[in-house]
């Protein structure tokens, strides 16, 4: 037996060896993988590194690198790997500190002067104004917010927005928030990375102090994008008109909310955001027409390389489209991908091949690291990396396919491209929005056909066709096919069990989801089936997942407790977005009323009582209840809205505004009539944002 041991260790180490050295022309496709591990790694770190970690980071990489050249063959790539690892984590410190701007420390009311950036609509859906220029009545520059959001309330209309017009006004700016719940999307970390340092609202009418000429220096694209959509708005009406003015400027504050929400339950909401599809789209209608066009022309097709040709005006085309949607993440995301097939076909290299895809990816998390936590990212290559690894499959297997009748072809690849992007999104799209479209399948079928087919040809045919005066013609095209979709929508949304609602998985869920993804897709060699029982292994962490049976929001005004019929809400309106957060990770389908008139809460107004598993809550609302309070919790917990003046109490927990502001959200689970209580910052630690 002793003897047979060295024996199995060298025939491991052989398969091993053989099983790395298979991977040899394929390791491109692993760089953004190690990067990903090197930058997730940098987030979740609990305290922002300083100097010394950096430094030692760097140190580590080209360490590892020397020794990379030096190694075996069968070795370097897991040395290099190592060295990706790093970089990843040196690419997101360097990202977090380059974009570091002033971040408003406390509730702001007063008179906010900007420049007009960004016009966009709130979840409120109300208009909402991204301004850059800040000026905040007795603050000083190096303290104030380089842009700040505020919403637009009350009675407006004084002034239209355009961009570049600087405005002034009077209302509330208050810091990014934090996550809603332990653990949950932290607002304050995607403001931090987008220069975002406040965030506020308005009830008093916008004025105009200068025009926006004086502002058009660096926003001239965002004026045409203003003028685009607002002429395409006036010729094709109604929700199709913002629809595409949508597509093709990236302008959705038109949308209507209905709109958007049949969009999103019949999972269609992805025509709405400019992305690969759009991209892909448009770049191929300009590309197959210039080949086209050039192929009329007998000189230029037998000695000219018209395919190149092609590809560089789609390629001009493509950024054009890019700057003109305002560059939105997910449009740098669609343009870089497209770039890069492009560019693929200027170099004479296959455009579509996971080497492509990997080369994107890179480029993506080398510019925002940040965008690998982002749902876009995380559904677009998901879908991109499964339908190059399946149409890769069909071709090389096309010899033992049958083969199908010419006319029946593009059907079958719409069927098996959206059948496909379908189940390799699902799992991401329902771990990020918490619900599934269950006839999402048959809304795309009906659906995307008409995007690539009609809606895209008949953007470009507006483009050209528009100097002549002609632009009716494909704008008519275009509206017929949008409405066809919005009715596509609703009819899908309007069915019965048109959407699950799931809850939340737990934190190791969707890494270990990607991962087992990955390696069942870019591994070669028999090894690759360790992929299916990883991801196998994910699913049912999920459907192990628990809740809190107790959350407490950030500002103390809104309880949740988990009772027999779902979560109960200690009010009924008030800190809306927790409350839905809060449901929608339960996997409820219920709103913020309904909710709170669920059996859970007992008492008098502003003074409630609730239980879970023996552990008992109080929540006080108002500042009456929270001065009537003279020590005496009356439960495990005690939650006010209003600052306390009797400090802390002896026998029980306290939650208040002061004590929130450095804790944050709270979740308690009360297992066996004992509480395990985790804040806010518990999780998120002390980082650049949650300073």
Not at 332 to 340: G, P, T
Not at 452 to 462: C, E, H, I, Q, S
Request: contains cysteine.
């Amino acid at each position: 037996m002793a003897e047979a041991m060295p024996h199995r260790t060298a025939a491991l180490r052989q398969r091993l060896t053989e099983a790395l050295l298979m991977q040899r022309g394929y390791l491109l496709v692993w760089v953004p993988v190690c990067l990903s591990f090197g930058i997730a790694g940098w987030f979740m770190l609990p305290v922002e590194p300083g100097a010394a970690f950096y430094g030692s980071c760097g140190g580590a990489t080209l360490l590892l690198l020397w020794l990379g050249a030096r190694a075996g063959e069968a070795v370097a790539p897991l040395v290099w790997a190592l060295a990706l690892v790093l970089c990843g984590a040196l690419l997101a410190g360097t990202r977090a500190h380059s974009v570091a701007e002033p971040v408003l420390g406390f509730r702001y009311y007063g008179p906010i002067q900007g420049r007009i950036v960004d016009i966009d609509r709130s979840a409120a859906d109300k208009t909402r104004l991204t301004l850059d220029q800040v000026v905040l009545e007795d603050m000083r520059s190096d303290r104030t917010p380089a842009r700040v959001r505020v919403s637009l309330h009350g009675q407006q209309g004084y002034v239209l927005p355009e961009p570049g017009l600087t405005v002034i006004l009077t209302g509330h700016l208050a810091p990014p928030g934090g996550p809603v719940e332990p653990g949950g999307f932290d607002f304050r970390r995607m403001a931090w990375f987008d220069g975002l340092g406040a965030v506020g609202y308005t009830r008093n009418p916008v004025l105009a102090l200068a025009p926006a000429a004086e502002g058009r220096a660096g926003l001239a694209v965002f004026r045409v994008r203003v003028v685009l959509s607002r002429w395409v708005q006036a010729r094709i009406p109604g929700a199709a008109g913002a629809m595409a003015a949508a597509i093709l400027t990236g302008d959705r504050s038109a949308m209507p909310l209905e709109s958007v929400e049949a969009l999103r339950q019949s999972n269609l909401a992805h025509l709405l955001a400019i992305s690969g599809l759009h991209m892909g789209l448009l770049t191929g209608v300009v590309f197959a027409s210039l080949r086209g066009g050039m192929a009329l022309v007998p000189r230029l097709a037998l000695h000219y390389p018209i395919r190149k040709f092609a590809a560089a005006g789609a390629l001009v085309v493509a950024a054009g489209y890019l700057a003109l949607s305002g560059g939105a993440v997910s449009t740098e995301r669609a343009f870089i991908m497209v770039s890069v097939m492009l560019v693929a076909v200027l170099l004479g290299r296959r455009a579509i091949s996971q080497r492509s895809v990997a080369i994107a990816a890179v480029l993506i998390l080398v510019r925002a690291p940040e965008a690998l936590f982002g749902a876009g990212f995380q559904m677009s290559f998901a879908a991109t990396i499964a339908l190059v690894a399946v149409f890769g499959l069909l071709r090389d297997h096309r010899e033992r396919l049958p083969r199908p009748p010419r006319w029946l072809a593009p059907v079958l690849a719409v069927v098996i491209s959206s059948s496909v992007a379908g189940v390799a999104t699902a799992p991401f799209g329902a771990a990020h929005f918490n619900r599934i479209a269950d006839y999402g399948l048959i809304a795309n079928l009906l659906s995307v056909p008409l995007m690539g087919a009609l809606v895209m040809p008949a953007a470009v045919a507006t483009a050209v066709l528009w100097p002549l005066g002609l632009a009716v013609l494909p704008l008519t095209v275009m509206r017929w096919s949008l409405e066809w979709i919005l009715l596509v929508a609703h009819r899908v949304a309007g069915l019965e069990g048109a959407v699950t609602h799931v809850i939340a998985p737990g934190p190791l869920v969707l890494p270990m989801l990607s991962f087992g993804f990955l390696w069942l897709i870019l591994w070669r060699g028999g090894g690759r089936w360790i992929g299916p029982p990883l991801m196998l292994a994910a699913l049912l962490n999920w459907t192990q997942a628990e809740r809190p049976e107790i959350l407490v929001a950030d500002s103390g005004g809104l309880v949740g407790v988990i009772g027999p019929q779902g979560r109960a809400l200690s009010r009924a309106k008030g800190d809306g977005f927790a409350a839905q957060s809060w449901l929608e990770n339960d996997g409820d389908a219920g709103d913020q009323e309904t909710a709170a008139a669920r059996p859970g809460f007992v008492g008098p107004k502003g003074d409630l009582h609730a239980s879970a598993d023996g552990i008992t809550i109080r929540h006080l609302t108002g500042k009456v209840a929270a001065a009537a309070f003279g020590g005496d919790c009356g439960a495990d917990i005690l939650v006010s809205g209003s600052p306390l003046e009797g400090g802390d109490a002896p026998d029980c927990l306290v939650f208040d505004p002061v004590r929130l502001r450095e804790s944050g959200s709270v979740a308690v689970w009360t297992a066996g009539g004992t509480m395990r209580v985790v804040t806010a910052r518990d999780l998120s630690g002390n980082r650049l944002w949650t300073r």
